[in-house]
């Protein structure tokens, strides 16, 4: 019996969607808090293959999701090609800054990434020993674009103006970033499959903000050079691509970049996405997160029209964006029995 996961990646409609849910490891769940504070800080956390395990399979002891996410960050990559990197408390993450060519020279070549995020290899090998047998293992990385944001910011921004000023005039430089970033994820995605993981999520948190040829350029072709190449290591690997804020971007995504599923976000309606989307493939998504703060009825209805929208084709079923730290763990079980019935 093959997981639930990988047959709506092959695009079977089944009659109760799968379910798993972005940052289900994460600081609204007391154990996570509890074993966050064993390991020290969050990037110690990252790079303990015990703890970082233990982490992500918390939430499927708690609730049965049919998938687990690899424990990890998006920024362990920039790290391990030599940025610096740390979390300022309630801040968020900070990193060196890549200003011009000179800063992405000196990156180190990505036969050397290993050495950092061996430890990440090593919690997928753990994972895929002790994982439940029915449930789905997933591996990440952020897309280029989203990393290059935080690597030439040095920081979260809301609208990636720094980025967006490094695209606009010092085109070498930038491209010569993305180009980077992109080789080294084919890499580090290819290792987390050969470590163990079944099926591939590709984070573009920030592919919104890029518009008309600035989106086919760093959005959708980054993303389908590492989808064509991981295919290419890895015959009939899964695929999802979360190009995050997209709107009409989302249409023709799967097509474009190979991916075998878009994840969508929830700032378009599900009947929006079942129609132009899902009419073309596997969708994941996209209850809005306030849900699993504020609870109550309007958190089944919510659900339910998520399911009831995305019932004519296949579906996983997931969040619009990542669970917040307010989130009570209560209401995450009631949108899993409104999902499963
Ligand atoms: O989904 C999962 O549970 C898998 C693990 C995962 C984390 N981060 C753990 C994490 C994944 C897939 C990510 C992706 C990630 N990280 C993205 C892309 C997805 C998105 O959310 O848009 C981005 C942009 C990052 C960078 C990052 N890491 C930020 C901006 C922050 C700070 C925000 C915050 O919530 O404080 C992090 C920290 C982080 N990554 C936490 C977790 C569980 C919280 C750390 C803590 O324990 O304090």
């Not at 929006?272 to 209850?287: D, M, R």
Request: net charge negative; hydrophobic share 40%; glycine share 8%.
């Amino acid at each position: 019996m093959t997981k639930t996961i990988l047959r709506a990646l092959k695009g079977e409609t089944l009659p109760t969607p799968p379910i798993w849910m972005m940052r289900q490891a994460g600081r609204y769940l007391p154990e996570y808090r509890a074993t966050r504070a064993q390991a020290g800080d969050f990037l110690s956390l990252c790079y303990n293959p015990e703890l970082a395990a233990e982490v992500t399979l918390q939430p499927i002891r708690r609730y049965g999701f049919d998938a687990a996410i690899l424990f990890a960050d998006i920024l362990l990559l920039p790290q391990a090609l030599g940025a610096e990197l740390w979390f300022a408390t309630g801040e968020g993450p900070r990193m060196s800054t890549i200003t011009d060519m000179a800063g992405v020279e000196a990156l180190k070549p990505k036969e050397e990434i290993h050495e950092t995020l061996s430890p990440v290899y090593e919690t997928c090998r753990i994972l895929a020993r002790e994982l439940p047998k029915e449930t789905t293992f997933i591996g990440f990385a952020g897309a280029p674009w989203t990393v290059a944001t935080y690597m030439i910011a040095g920081r979260g921004s809301p609208d990636q103006a720094a980025a967006h000023r490094l695209k606009d005039t010092d085109r070498p430089a930038f491209t010569a970033l993305i180009d980077r970033i992109t080789e080294a994820t084919v890499d580090y995605l290819s290792k987390q499959v050969e470590a163990g993981v079944e099926v591939v999520k590709i984070f573009d948190s920030w592919a919104g903000s890029l518009k008309g040829q600035d989106f086919d350029d760093f959005a959708v072709e980054p993303a389908r050079r590492i989808i064509a190449e991981l295919k290419a290591r890895h015959p009939g690997l899964p695929i999802i691509a979360f190009p995050r804020e997209a709107g009409d971007g989302y249409i023709g995504f799967a097509e474009k970049t190979g991916a075998d599923c878009v994840a969508i976000d929830n700032s378009v309606t599900p009947e929006w996405a079942a129609e132009h989307v899902q009419s073309t493939g596997c969708v994941q998504g996209n209850l809005d997160p306030s849900y699993m703060v504020t609870g109550g009825d309007e958190l089944v209805k919510a659900t339910r029209r998520v399911v009831d929208a995305f019932s004519g084709g296949p579906h996983i079923f997931n969040l619009g964006h990542g669970i917040t730290p307010e989130a009570d763990p209560d209401n995450v079980a009631r949108m899993i029995e409104a999902v499963r019935g």
